[in-house]
């Protein structure tokens, strides 16, 4: 009840009026929401939003002491980007595995087989939708894609996970950039091609904690699709760096058909991107809801992480939680905090933000099979689940190998896209 109208009785038309009033009050002051349109007012992915270009001083937060002096705080500037609202999730990381089964599988039926020099992406799909699994005839020419005999329970015939790979290629233009002196050389110089493994480590549940019985989270977690808007782990960086591939390539083919001009690519962040985004636009704070507490005024947890001693169900999640549980930051992105820590494609040095440029900072390292283990870290932002409150802070850093899986690690992607006309 508005307090100067308390006391007074009133007629029905004008409390109705008074309400409208207030009604068009609150949406005329109500803020913005972000990151659901670009600036011609067309919606782009509904996965993504917008993130605005600006500045803010990276670095350890006051209480972060013991990294003070490793990395001094620096004042960057970040250009705009589009980030996915979540981390990925079980059901959209499917999809890739889903597509690289289907394009082998006409590889081995019509393309000669899965090991020839093609790309994974060349398919001819109203074909490949056609294929008949149930006829005997082929799966003898699935047969290389199969589990062997030996390792089929019950007799099940299924596809060999270790054989689910993706090849695609690309120009390594920091490479290029390096070696090259204007047009002296092709770019087909720098051309790198993988062949990356994408089916997830499903073991990791079971291989991060010792003596502890994790075997239903090993068996369903991600494929049983109760699971489905959860966030994908046991995935490696590698394989993250895949699905940013196969995903820019779903959408060039799109855009293909709809005879739309090729525009970003998808890709991981790198961290000082990350670490922006979270802040959500709040320069100094420690978490992307800005109060330096882990808790709200009603005592309700603002993350998914470890409170107390290991009080793991006390929000009602255990290990994950969707990927949309809890308030998204001001940004709108969910779970830059808890959840799940998420890769970025920066490598990790103690004292990088002491040399890194404050123009779109990027550390970057492409390190080969060959090469020791100190090139292959790769920063990890955010904590997860099974961290204690001082991991979610916004500036927090931590590694992980990149050929390794762990069962508290996901991703997300972002996307470069051209300046939009305001007309």
């Not at 093609?118 to 894609?145: H, M, Y």
């Not at 020791?372 to 932002?381: A, E, G, I």
């Amino acid at each position: 009840m508005i307090p100067f109208l308390k006391n007074t009785r009133i007629n029905f038309p004008i409390a109705a009026l008074s309400i409208l009033i207030l009604s068009l009050t609150v949406i005329a002051f109500a803020p913005a929401k972000k990151g659901k349109r670009n600036s011609s007012g067309k919606r782009l992915d509904p996965q993504t939003v917008s993130i605005p270009s600006g500045s803010f001083y990276m670095g350890a937060s006051d209480e972060q002491m013991d990294l003070s002096m490793v990395n001094r705080k620096k004042l960057v500037s970040v250009q705009s980007f589009w980030m996915d609202r979540t981390e990925v999730t079980n059901e959209q990381y499917r999809r890739f595995v889903k597509y690289v089964s289907d394009s082998l599988k006409f590889l081995a039926i019509y393309g000669g087989g899965i090991n020839q020099n093609e790309d994974t992406i060349r398919v001819d799909w109203a074909r490949a939708t056609r294929i008949n699994q149930n006829s005997k005839a082929v799966l003898e020419k699935l047969n290389e894609l199969l589990l062997s005999p030996d390792n089929r329970i019950q007799g099940k015939i299924e596809i060999d996970p270790n054989k689910l790979i993706y090849k695609y290629s690309f120009v390594d233009l920091k490479a290029a950039a390096k070696a090259s002196k204007g047009l002296e050389q092709s770019l087909g110089d720098y051309l790198i091609t993988v062949n990356q493994n994408v089916y997830p480590d499903t073991l990791v549940w079971m291989r991060d904690f010792s003596y502890s019985y994790n075997e239903p989270l090993a068996k369903r977690y991600y494929a049983h699709p109760a699971y489905g808007n959860y966030p994908v782990v046991g995935v490696t960086w590698k394989q993250a760096v895949a699905f940013c591939h196969w995903r820019t390539h779903i959408q060039n083919a799109d855009f293909a058909k709809k005879k739309i001009a090729v525009d970003g690519d998808y890709r991981l962040p790198n961290e000082a991107e990350w670490e922006y985004a979270a802040r959500g636009g709040r320069t100094s704070t420690m978490f992307p809801w800005g109060s330096p507490y882990l808790r709200n005024k009603k005592g309700c947890l603002l993350a998914n992480f470890k409170p107390g001693r290991g009080n793991y169900p006390e929000d009602g999640g255990f290990y994950t939680v969707k990927a949309t549980a809890y308030w998204p930051n001001d940004f709108g992105l969910y779970n830059m905090s808890g959840n799940v820590a998420e890769w970025t494609a920066s490598y990790f040095y103690e004292g990088s933000y002491n040399f890194m440029s404050d123009l779109s900072p990027d550390v970057r390292i492409e390190a080969d099979e060959n090469d020791p283990p100190r090139m292959k870290r790769k920063v990890v932002r955010g904590g997860s689940w099974k961290d204690v409150g001082n991991a979610l802070q916004v500036s927090a850093r931590a590694y992980e190998y990149q050929d390794t899986a762990k069962s508290y690690i996901g991703f997300r992607t972002v996307i470069d896209l051209a300046p939009r006309s305001k007309k």
